[in-house]
């Protein structure tokens, strides 16, 4: 099954990939196309678009449409794409730094817009590409290669952030349970609208040592052992959440899709003065 | 039959856009550009297009290269600050050469500057503001109808050589009203595609007589990747030096090999002329009216105008330059295009500079002076 997925959707001429043995974009990768497998979309109305980072590497290995955009910037470019050709299924690729940093205030007006499209986050819990820097996704009292002593900041909650933001969809997985990725990505691309599903992933070479978190395996027993299904979370005090993380569908909501909206504006005003014809 | 209509400088720009194909613009409102958001939010939908104002410059110009990578001709417009904030984007459209437009409505000043005022500060920085070595094309109108036929000009090499074209508007040139004729005919130039899937993961591989990539637009059957590292013809990144050199090299030339079809200049009085004026964009008028004045004074003065301000017409003004005494460069800021023409005129003629960095237009009078003192 995995070959077939490979030779169906991946660019083999441009494999292997440049990821360190261990990291978990491999995995996040292969939810993506599962899902897209899934669903039976036609290929060359998939559009992947990622930013900078490890993990917007993705975009060039998978045969879509791809783009692999500026910093932060992937959502922005995403918006262009989406409202020039609605009928293209845009998928985002992210790293935690790329869309929560840089990129963290497109990340919010993305998600106010419901703008239909579906966004991959893969939180490693730091800055990978350029070497281990703290992220707004890595919890205070860990290190970073900026934090000798210790990251005094407070992390985001990428997920919660995005539904408050107004996200109409928010998913949460981890990759020592990849079904459970794929189904959210699923769910997160049949979601009319703006949907995130912010994947917790791995980086062994630069968390994991930083941080001595032990071995690829040992951070993944780590995962399983510390995530909780949201419909058990409901039913737990908050004491009992620190420090885990919660998984599974987390918010779903219906608003109207802003290039939907759009096109009622032009329907309405495109019969209207035709100053090319007066 | 063209028709006559009265018009500002910013909406012009938007109405020749239009009349082209622009059908996406994405911005953020700053002013003197404003108004420029304000019409396509009022117009783009009329013809089936689609306006939307992000959460910032840096967005604006990340839109507008997502629009034009789906196949849809696309533009953004702004001033000064919001100019900076576009720079790293430009440079993205510039490296993976997809086409659009970037309206500067030139202000005054650094920083948030003298925002209501009229400058031409911009000038270095639309041709050297992103970093890297790059190629760009940039245009500056000088009337509110040039800015009409200009910007369909601007839309036309953009798509032929697939590479962002900067539309350098000022101030005094956007915010002005005039009646302009609306051209019957105009010519449209449209990127070049292959269709469906036909250049087999090879986007940037140019075909022989082209000087652009032909790939086709997302979701029309041609899958292939864009970046804005460097990339082999497959549009993959690669370290290779000797793609990277190729890259480089290749982006740069698609202009140089070409400035003969891309500059254009505008020439008044100098056939006799023993003074030239180079100037361009709004300072124009004044400098117009100067050398009437001049001439009515039997001052044999000619004016010289790069339409084209990047790549610099050097060819057109070493030839003036042979022919004339004196050139002045009379621009609205401390110094920029001034450097170019040092550089193109050496000695053949003496060359002086007028300026203005107060936020106030250069008058006719300024110049007049500039032409009579030795
Ligand atoms: C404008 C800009 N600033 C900084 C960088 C350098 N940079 C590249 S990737 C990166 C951080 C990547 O972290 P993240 O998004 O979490 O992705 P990861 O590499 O961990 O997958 C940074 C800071 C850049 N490429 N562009
Ligand atoms: S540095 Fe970390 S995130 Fe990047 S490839 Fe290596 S393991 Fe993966």
Redesign the pocket.
């Known amino acids: 099954m995995a070959s077939q997925l490979v030779e169906k959707y991946m660019r083999t001429e441009h494999l292997p990939h440049i990821w360190c043995p261990g990291c978990g974009n491999g995995v996040i990768m292969h939810a993506v196309v599962r899902a897209i497998d899934k669903l039976e979309l036609d290929k060359n109305k998939v559009c992947i678009v990622s930013?900078?980072?490890?993990?917007?590497r993705a975009a060039g290995y998978l045969d879509f449409n791809t783009i692999h955009t500026?910093?932060g910037r992937a959502l922005a470019f995403a918006t262009g794409i989406k409202l020039a050709k609605p009928e293209l299924e845009v998928v985002v690729i992210?790293?935690?730094?790329?869309i929560a940093a840089?990129g963290g205030n497109h990340l919010i007006h993305a998600a106010r817009r419901n703008v239909g499209m579906t966004v991959v986050v893969?939180n490693?819990n730091?800055?990978?590409?350029?070497g281990g820097q703290y992220?707004p996704a890595t919890p205070a009292g860990e290190f970073g290669t900026t934090a000798p002593y210790g990251n005094i900041d407070r992390p985001f909650d990428i997920a919660a952030l995005a539904a408050g933001a107004g996200a109409s969809f928010t998913a949460r997985g981890t990759v020592y349970n990849p079904a459970q990725i794929t189904s959210c990505i699923q769910k997160g691309i049949l979601h009319k609208g703006f949907s995130l599903i912010e994947c917790i992933s791995v980086?062994p070479v630069y968390y994991g040592r930083k941080n001595k978190k032990g071995s690829v395996i040992d951070m993944i027993k780590w995962q399983r052992d510390n995530s909780i299904p949201v419909e058990k979370a409901g039913k737990l005090p908050p004491e009992e959440l620190k420090g885990k993380i919660v998984t599974g569908v987390l918010s779903q909501a219906t608003y109207p899709e802003y290039t939907e909206e759009y096109a009622k504006i032009i329907e309405k005003v495109s019969g209207g003065i035709n100053y090319e014809q007066a | 039959m063209s028709r006559l209509v009265l018009m500002q400088g910013n909406e012009a720009c938007v109405e020749g856009a239009i009349a082209c194909g622009m059908r996406f613009f994405a911005g953020y409102p700053i002013t003197p550009s404003t108004e420029i958001a304000e019409y396509c939010a009022l117009r783009l939908p009329m013809v089936k297009g689609h306006f939307i104002q992000m959460e910032d410059e840096i967005a604006s110009m990340a839109a507008v290269i997502g629009a034009s990578v789906a196949g849809v001709k696309s533009m953004t417009a702004t001033s000064g600050p919001g100019f900076s904030l576009k720079q790293?984007n430009i440079g993205y459209a510039s490296a993976a050469e997809i086409p659009c437009v970037i309206v500067n409505a030139q202000r005054s000043g650094p920083s948030t500057g003298l925002p209501t005022s009229p400058s031409q500060g911009d000038v270095m920085q639309s041709r050297w503001g992103t970093h890297g070595d790059h190629p760009i094309i940039v245009l500056s109108p000088s009337s509110v109808s040039e800015t009409y036929t200009l910007i369909i000009r601007a839309f036309n090499l953009s798509e032929k050589y697939r590479t962002p074209v900067i539309f350098l508007m000022d101030e005094m040139v956007g915010h002005l009203r005039e009646g302009i004729e609306i051209p019957e005919h105009i010519e449209i130039v449209n990127r070049k595609v292959i269709k469906g899937g036909q250049s087999q993961h090879m986007p940037y591989r140019i075909p022989d007589g082209e000087c652009a990539p032909v790939f086709a637009p997302f979701g029309e059957g041609d899958r292939y990747n864009i970046t804005g590292l460097i990339h082999d013809e497959s549009g993959f990144p690669t370290n290779s030096h000797i793609e990277a050199n190729r890259m480089i090299t290749r982006l740069m030339r698609k202009i140089e090999d070409n400035v003969d079809d891309i500059v254009a200049t505008e020439e008044r009085y100098t056939e006799d002329a023993d003074i030239a004026v180079l100037c361009y964009g709004g300072t124009t008028r004044s400098v117009l009216e100067a050398i009437d004045e001049a001439r009515s004074k039997g001052i044999r003065v000619g004016m010289f105008r790069p339409i084209t301000l990047w790549p610099f017409p050097e060819k057109e003004l070493f030839k003036l330059s042979g022919k004339i005494k004196k050139l002045i460069v009379a621009e609205h800021n401390y110094g920029q295009i001034v450097l170019e023409a040092e550089r193109v005129v050496k000695n053949n003629c003496s060359l002086k500079f007028t300026g203005k960095v107060d936020g106030t237009l250069i008058s006719p009078a300024e110049i007049l002076r500039a032409i009579e003192e030795d």
């Open positions: 930013g900078i980072g490890c993990s917007s500026t910093h992210a790293g935690d730094g790329d840089i893969i490693n730091i800055y990978g590409m350029t992220s980086c | 790293e």
